[in-house]
């Protein structure tokens, strides 16, 4: 179980979530009421997180400077990976470090737990990029449907052979209704302090 969208929890299978994070509170009835267990936090070894934080460091110097000849191509200029990295910075580091914790995180679960069984959600037809680089980060520490999307990319090109997968179609956004356009500015200290909750709860 890699969220906390009950869809893919089976029926009364035995559970495998992927972190703290796919056990809500207020819906520990729930998944307290089924036989499961918890795949240890990858970064509970400090040793590692050093190890990690030096790799990281270096992966995302690597791929700015790929993004600096990819984005100057695209746009036809010929700015200065320093430039480049002004603009871009904020949003790469946390992809780098988000998208390197859910791998580890799966690696973890099928290293110390053999063949799993997995139930995926299919992506809609078309899914809302991120508005700014502050909303991928809110969604990448709030949102089920986001983090399910990372994991089955990572299932799907890693582990095809290690898993059985079990595909469910369904759209798990929130229908969509009309916003006015401050919306995202007045909920703004709400989403933080939900991103920040949810982001310490891995710690």
Not at 167 to 189: A, G, H, I
Request: glycine content about 4%; overall charge negative; proline content about 4%.
């Amino acid at each position: 179980v890699t969220t906390a969208l009950e869809e893919t929890w089976g029926t009364d299978e035995r559970l495998l979530f992927l972190g703290e994070w796919c056990k809500r509170y207020e819906r520990r009835h729930v998944w307290g009421a089924r036989e499961h267990q918890t795949v240890r936090f990858h970064w509970d070894d400090r040793d590692k997180l050093h190890r990690d934080y030096d790799y990281l460091e270096s992966l995302h110097h690597s791929l700015l400077s790929c993004l600096a000849s990819s984005l100057n191509e695209l746009h036809e200029v010929s700015h200065t990976v320093r430039y480049w990295q002004i603009l871009v910075d904020p949003w790469l580091m946390a992809w780098v470090g988000i998208v390197y914790d859910r791998w580890e995180c799966l690696r973890l679960a099928f290293e110390e737990h053999g063949e799993l069984d997995v139930v995926l959600l299919e992506e809609p037809a078309s899914v809302d990029p991120p508005f700014s680089g502050f909303e991928f980060v809110i969604d990448a520490c709030t949102s089920d449907s986001w983090n399910q999307s990372l994991c089955r990319r990572i299932l799907e090109s890693r582990y095809s052979d290690r898993g059985r997968f079990r595909r469910v179609e369904m759209d798990c956004r929130p229908p969509e209704t009309p916003q006015p356009t401050f919306s995202k500015r007045r909920n703004l200290p709400k989403r933080i302090a939900a991103g920040v909750e949810q982001l310490l709860g891995k710690f």
